[in-house]
DNA sequence: ACGGCTGGCACT
DNA sequence: TAGTGCCAG
């Protein structure tokens, strides 16, 4: 359920960014011949023309759609291109769109905060740079205006000339004559003119002033982003999140819209309350079917204590102020995804129906999972905690075949064969619990995997082993434990170490009002906090990650080894195999030997163990924060 | 026989 | 936590 988050004071300029039909461009730019043509990516050819994932402009003015089949849409577009995603494995491999979205946001991320939405999407929080520019350009005093930005549209501004435009844009793809052309470019020239006014008002509010500014630093990003990438994309400039993203989509492809203040109401009242977002599914549907709300306008009418008596605390109160254009929902400092996952169905006649048969395609995922994580670890140093799996599966003959086959995880081990080994045993467990007692037949509609709680490597900590080699490291290699090392040779034995990923939440206050109802609940909720509490959370992970260059010296290796207490370590059931992480308490380290380190790395030991902050009088300590935000000083 | 394949989030 | 469900594109 959506949730509403506390509104900042100040305002802000957020911008969503999202690439125009973006497979498609990726595959323009590998075939610049299907450039401008009617086109299509498709995966899976096999099952009438297979699946389209997304459809050029120029396809779309014949009607294809996303959603369709290959084979109609070259009934309703015979001249289609249509292109397949690559395969490997037997499976569609959407790499290359990965690696394509990476170009575009490292880009993006250059002129403030930046969040990863999706392949194809971020949002930026352009706030300081706007700021920034109104100090020191503002529009107001630039002689030129950036010719991209007075291509904008502004939610708003007097909008006859926009309607001409959008009609006379639509006759110019078809090939229009010099007459319009003549009054096209005039139109466009009024309406740029009313644009640059519009950006440049002196008298314009403080905030829309800092609009304007957005508008010009995400034309400039576009633009950058179009001449080195050959990609095209739109954007929606406004205040928040909620309302960046509403209107991104407004004007595509290749445009951006902004949203002043005022024009919020009057945009709002009209909208069809399934256009905004997290409300396209039931909840939507609820607003219209039992509340009769079919546009955010309806919604107005409700107070917030109504609609919190319909849809609880949270939901109701950000429904309350979606409806008002408020979201306070930040964004996030975020440029890569916070998992990875592979799957394919397998529909009808296709069903899996024995051990063998999931097990070939088990390891085909787990191949490209692997793949991907290892990727991950050697370009973005980062680690993946937990492994996965999840299916969809069917009983024969059964009227009980509602039954749901429940997803699986464990911790996760690097390694190709260790992910294919543990994925296959969590099948396993999973087509237990489904099957239960009955020995019926069954069959697999759908496989995936997924690795999960990744985090980065801290920097500075990369490698233990170059700080726990002492002077004299005598100990015989042959008692090294190495059992659970990494088999596969693209690791070696490195040892990273790192905070416990353990969490430390409070509830948040929602959550106490909610408990507080309830006495029972409430009860709960403090039985865990008192957990928390009692639970020192001096844990650190030791975690193998790769070594590139040279041979370990097993020498140094035992002695890291020494730090850990294997006994502490432990499996998440029967059915998960060792992992390639140990849990020991930092407070076990042998302090002469945390006095050989290095003092950067003493330090960060001595935040590990001494509570982070004593601004506040409990008594609690919260790994992750001491050390990300390590030493306040005292 | 379902759009397939990803991804994120809230809740319990 | 692990596991479920909803949502988006």
Redesign the pocket.
């Known amino acids: 359920?959506?949730?509403a988050r506390p509104e900042p004071q100040e305002p802000r300029v957020i911008a969503h960014v999202d690439m125009d039909c973006f497979y498609v461009q990726v595959e323009q730019r590998r075939n610049p011949e299907l450039r401008g043509q009617p086109t299509a990516v498709v995966?899976?050819n096999d099952?009438k023309g297979g699946?389209?994932?997304a459809v050029s402009y120029e396809a779309r003015k014949f009607g294809v759609k996303?959603?369709m089949r290959g084979d109609e849409a070259k009934m309703v577009c015979p001249s289609i291109n249509l292109v397949q995603v690559p395969v490997a494995r037997d499976?569609?491999d959407?790499n290359v769109y990965?690696s394509a979205g990476s170009e575009v946001v490292t880009i993006l991320s250059t002129k403030g905060k930046c969040e990863r939405a999706?392949?194809d999407?971020v949002y930026l929080d352009l706030t300081d740079a706007a700021k920034e520019m109104l100090l020191e350009s503002p529009p107001e005093l630039l002689e030129l205006i950036f010719e991209e930005a007075t291509k904008s549209n502004i939610l708003g501004l007097p909008s006859v000339i926009f309607v001409l435009h959008d009609l006379i844009v639509v006759s110019l793809q078809f090939d229009m004559n010099v007459t319009n052309r003549a009054s096209y470019v005039q139109d466009v020239s009024n309406r740029e003119d009313s644009v640059r006014a519009w950006l440049c008002r002196a008298d314009a509010d403080y905030q829309d002033k800092l609009l304007s500014c957005g508008a010009i630093i995400v034309a400039q990003l576009r633009v950058k982003v179009l001449e080195e990438t050959q990609f095209t994309c739109s954007a929606g400039i406004a205040h928040n999140k909620m309302l960046a993203?509403l209107v991104s989509g407004m004007h595509k492809p290749a445009q951006q819209t902004v949203v002043p203040s005022s024009a919020i109401q009057d945009f709002l009242v009209s909208l069809p309350i399934k256009k905004m977002?997290?409300?396209?599914?039931?909840?939507?549907s609820s607003l219209q079917d039992d509340l009769g709300v079919n546009t955010v306008g309806d919604l107005l009418s409700f107070t917030e204590d109504k609609l919190q008596e319909y849809y609880?605390v949270?939901?109701g109160t950000w429904l309350w102020k979606i409806a008002r254009g408020i979201s306070g929902e930040e964004v996030?400092d975020r440029l890569l995804?916070?998992?990875?996952?592979?799957?394919?169905?397998f529909?009808?006649?296709?069903?899996l129906k024995n051990n063998a048969s999931v097990k070939t395609w088990l390891d085909r995922l787990c191949e490209e999972l692997s793949e991907r994580i290892q990727s991950d670890l050697n370009q973005n140093k980062r680690i993946a905690q937990?492994l996965?799996l999840y299916a969809r599966a069917?009983k024969k003959n059964k009227s009980d075949s509602i039954k749901?086959f429940?997803?699986?995880?464990?911790?996760l081990r690097y390694g190709t064969v260790k992910i294919q080994e543990d994925a296959m045993k969590l099948f396993e467990s999973g087509l237990h619990d489904f099957l239960g007692s009955q020995n019926t037949k069954w069959s697999i509609?759908?496989l995936?995997v997924s690795a999960s709680k990744i985090f980065d490597i801290p920097i500075g900590t990369s490698s233990i082993l170059r700080y726990i080699k002492g002077p004299n490291s005598t100990v015989s290699p042959a008692n090294l434990d190495c059992s659970s090392l990494p088999e596969d040779p693209s690791l070696g034995n490195k040892l990273y170490i790192a905070p416990n990923?353990?969490?430390h939440c409070e509830p948040s206050l929602s959550e106490k009002e909610d408990y507080g109802n309830n006495s029972n609940l409430a009860k709960q909720c403090q039985i865990k906090e008192e957990k928390k509490v009692s639970k020192k959370l001096t844990e650190v992970k030791i975690i193998l990650g790769p070594e590139s260059s040279s041979e370990p010296n097993k020498a140094e290796e035992h002695k890291a080894a020494q730090y850990v207490d294997r006994n502490k370590f432990n499996t998440?059931g029967s059915n998960s195999a060792s992992s390639s992480t140990w849990m020991f308490n930092v407070e076990d380290i042998d302090p002469a030997v945390v006095e050989e380190l290095p003092p950067e790395i003493q330090r960060e030991i001595h935040g590990w163990i001494r509570p982070p902050k004593q601004s506040s009088s409990k008594t609690r300590g919260s790994t992750i924060s001491s050390y990300f935000q390590p030493a306040k000083r005292d």
């Open positions: 359920m959506p949730v995966q899976y099952w699946g389209l994932i996303r959603s499976k569609a959407l990965r999706s392949i999407e993203k977002k997290q409300l396209g599914g039931k909840l939507g609880g949270n939901t996030e995804p916070k998992s990875h996952g592979c799957g394919k169905t529909p009808g006649p296709k069903a937990t996965t069917c749901k429940p997803s699986k995880s464990c911790p509609t759908s995936s990923h353990e969490e998440a």
